[in-house]
């Protein structure tokens, strides 16, 4: 089974921004280790906006040591781009203008203005199973976390 990690950009990455990013996730997937062994690891770049990090536990788990590495690699990438990806407060949903990510006060607007309702699709970054990601990462808002948030 797949363990994953998921971190979102508090803003929409440009196309060359994903192009730099997507590399070098590649690049750290490939050596990622657990107690110096490698770990069975991708890493990719969603929508310019969800960084996806995956690693087999059926062939070997993460630890505290190599998430603490993955750490420290999203940190870097959050300094040389200058974005954000721990931020839990930004929102991302999906609208008929494509993927849009807000702060938790400009979410409230779009609920207020209807611009998001009960049937906009919002992520649920929290999945922990890359098979939640078909079925459990973008739910509508009825059905989600965020709805006993902001109701």
């Given at each position: 089974m797949k363990r994953?990690?998921?971190?979102?950009?508090?803003?929409?990455?440009?196309q060359e921004?994903?192009?730099?990013?997507?590399?070098?996730?590649?690049a750290f997937a490939d050596q990622w280790k657990v107690h110096g062994k490698p770990l069975s690891a991708s890493a990719e770049l969603?929508?310019?906006?969800?960084?996806i990090l995956k690693v087999d536990e059926d062939i070997a788990a993460a630890s505290g040591c190599s998430v603490d590495s993955s750490v420290r690699f999203l940190k870097g990438l959050e300094e040389r781009y200058a974005v954000q990806l721990f931020d839990r407060m930004?929102?991302?949903?999906r609208s008929a203008k494509g993927i849009g990510v807000v702060n938790r006060s400009g979410f409230e607007k779009l609920l207020a203005a209807g611009e998001i309702d009960d049937n906009t699709l919002v992520f649920d970054n929290?999945?922990?199973?890359?098979h939640q990601l078909e079925s459990a990462w973008a739910v509508p808002f009825k059905d989600s976390w965020h709805k006993r948030l902001f109701v």
């Amino acid at each position: 089974m797949k363990r994953i990690w998921i971190y979102q950009a508090d803003r929409i990455l440009s196309q060359e921004e994903s192009a730099q990013i997507s590399a070098e996730l590649v690049a750290f997937a490939d050596q990622w280790k657990v107690h110096g062994k490698p770990l069975s690891a991708s890493a990719e770049l969603r929508d310019n906006l969800f960084v996806i990090l995956k690693v087999d536990e059926d062939i070997a788990a993460a630890s505290g040591c190599s998430v603490d590495s993955s750490v420290r690699f999203l940190k870097g990438l959050e300094e040389r781009y200058a974005v954000q990806l721990f931020d839990r407060m930004q929102f991302a949903y999906r609208s008929a203008k494509g993927i849009g990510v807000v702060n938790r006060s400009g979410f409230e607007k779009l609920l207020a203005a209807g611009e998001i309702d009960d049937n906009t699709l919002v992520f649920d970054n929290t999945i922990t199973y890359d098979h939640q990601l078909e079925s459990a990462w973008a739910v509508p808002f009825k059905d989600s976390w965020h709805k006993r948030l902001f109701v």
